[in-house]
């Protein structure tokens, strides 16, 4: 018999768990996972080198491919999602895959995550190439649907980064940087969506946080991409301009509406007093980098308390 890998085996803490009060139950989840971002720790330099192998392609604009199955599928489609609204990304940008498609998402698709040709066959779909970023989510490190993504991303050319769960795990050996985060065993054993999901939750926001922050989306730690899509994204938005730009809210409103209530160019406009076309223009002469286009390094701003 195969032996058990880490996020499979019984769990010494929990042997018990039917027996547990409500109390019990809930203080041994949360103590379980307090070794999550120790186990994550263990890892950043692997993380750290994935992502700075994907940096250059993700600048020059390559796309960043998630591919998974399951609750490791759904965490993928999940940060390629918040992508859109958090950095003004074109949704093509950031793209979440998951074995058996989008009613894997809400309804288990049986067998989906046992076929690898499936996984090469929806990464054919979108055209994956070698200016990709292909991300392989396995919390277990061996399944075929991640797998098979892996190795055709690989022969399309594209850089292949494989996040699982357990040490030694057979995706490490399908990717050009392996990440590996031993979570080792869940309170409920196998039930990799406890502590397997949180670490790999944490390992995508520093995949696409850092990608983003890098190519020029942020100005210090402010979303100056962010959409405002809604009442509190805009009342965001106007800060952003008043604080960065140095202006009064009445000016900053009146370049967000302008603007078409895009940050970075109201910025530009305030801080420069040009138009909004020609606030585009410097951005795009400047790769975006709102810093750039300012000719303010965000260390450098006065005040950028909001």
Request: proline share 5%.
């Amino acid at each position: 018999m195969t032996q058990l890998i880490g996020t499979e085996r019984p769990n010494p803490d929990s042997g018990a768990l039917d027996e547990m009060s409500v109390q019990a139950i809930v203080t041994t989840m949360n103590d379980a996972d307090f070794s999550v971002p120790e186990a994550v720790r263990r890892a950043l330099p692997q993380i750290t080198a994935a992502i700075a192998a994907a940096e250059p392609l993700f600048t020059a604009g390559g796309r960043l491919i998630y591919a998974g199955a399951g609750t490791s599928g759904r965490l993928g489609v999940l940060d390629a999602a918040e992508c859109p609204p958090t950095f003004h990304t074109d949704p093509g940008r950031v793209v979440g895959l998951i074995a058996g498609g989008p009613t894997a998402l809400v309804t288990a698709v049986e067998g989906a995550e046992d076929d690898s040709s499936r996984g090469a066959a929806d990464l054919d779909a979108i055209g994956v190439g070698g200016r990709d970023i292909v991300v392989g989510l396995a919390a277990s490190g061996r399944t075929p649907y991640v797998l098979g993504a892996l190795d055709h991303a690989r022969e399309a050319g594209a850089l292949t980064i494989s996040l699982s769960c357990n040490t030694g795990a057979a995706a490490s050996a399908h990717a050009d940087w392996p990440i590996e985060v031993d979570t080792g065993p869940e309170v409920l054993t196998g039930s990799t969506r406890l502590k397997a999901g949180s670490a790999q939750k944490q390992v995508l926001n520093m995949i696409s946080t850092a990608l983003m922050v890098r190519s020029g989306r942020t100005y210090g730690n402010l979303m100056v991409d962010v959409q405002a899509t809604n009442a509190k994204l805009r009342v965001r938005a106007t800060r952003l301009v008043m604080s960065i730009g140095e202006v009064d809210e009445p000016t900053a409103v009146a370049a967000l509406e302008s603007a078409g209530y895009e940050v970075k160019t109201a910025i530009v406009m305030v801080r420069s007093d040009i138009d909004a076309e020609q606030a585009r223009q410097r951005l795009a002469a400047a790769g975006g980098r709102l810093a750039l286009a300012i000719g303010l390094p965000s260390s450098q701003h006065p005040g950028l308390l909001l």
